[in-house]
């Protein structure tokens, strides 16, 4: 069965720091999708990133970066030098599984930045 | 970039009544639409795919009778909750697959659904 798990509920920082946001994932499939959406106040969902289950190359954006670790079926987000507007709620997704277009998202990470 | 649009924003009903949501994909073609829920303070729960020209796939425990789902164009789909109740309130999100293999990432902005 396909799972992902955010053990963390909700982190608070004090602005500047930096935070990772953990997530770990279950998969019996070879090829699968990963992915980070943030979701602000407003509901919406925003993309952050998408990787594929073959590229274990980490990515870095601007103040994002992003650890992929196939070994440890973990994929960790951290933001550096966070900012107020960073407050959200953070969902990690695992897709694409058994040749499916499905999510299946984890229970998500509420983080609160404190100015 | 694949854009989502989906309407209304906020809905407010009696009970009893149905309520249409409606997605669309704005500058691409999507053959397979997605609508999820969300709880409050909770992730997001996949309810049925829908694919344009047949009938939409539902997810255990989601009632089809409940939640219809029409997907009749490459560019809309949209979702019905008949008799809803206030059990049925709601955020109701929708997603659209882009042909280019970017696996439906592209999310609506979600409907906020209350029944009173």
């Known amino acids: 069965a396909q799972k992902v798990t955010q053990a963390q509920t909700e982190i608070s920082v004090v602005e500047k720091e930096d935070v990772t946001l953990d997530c770990v994932y279950e998969t019996r499939d070879t090829t699968y999708y990963l992915f980070w959406y943030k979701q602000p106040p407003s509901g919406e969902l925003v993309f952050l990133i998408r990787r594929n289950s073959f590229d274990e190359q980490n990515e870095i954006s601007g103040r994002y970066s992003w650890n992929f670790q196939k070994s440890t079926s973990s994929f960790n987000f951290t933001i550096t030098a966070s900012q107020v507007v960073d407050s959200a709620v953070y969902f990690c997704a695992l897709g694409g599984f058994s040749g499916t277009y499905k999510y299946i998202f984890g229970t998500g990470t509420r983080l609160k930045v404190l100015a | 970039g694949a854009v989502v649009s989906q309407h209304p924003s906020r809905v407010i009903c009696k009970s009893g009544t149905s309520v249409k949501i409606e997605c669309r994909s704005l500058?691409?073609?999507?053959?397979?639409m997605f609508w999820y829920r969300q709880f409050p303070k909770q992730s997001l729960m996949l309810m049925a795919t829908s694919n344009e020209g047949s009938k939409a796939t539902y997810e255990q425990g989601v009632e089809k009778d409940k939640f219809l789902i029409n997907h009749a164009s490459l560019t809309l789909s949209t979702l019905t909750v008949t008799s809803a109740h206030p059990e049925d309130s709601s955020f109701y999100i929708c997603?659209?697959?882009?042909?280019?293999?970017?696996?439906?990432?592209?999310f609506g902005s979600g409907t906020r659904l209350t029944v009173v």
């Open positions: 500058d691409f073609q999507a053959t397979t």
């Open positions: 997603s659209a697959r882009e042909e280019r293999g970017l696996y439906g990432y592209t």
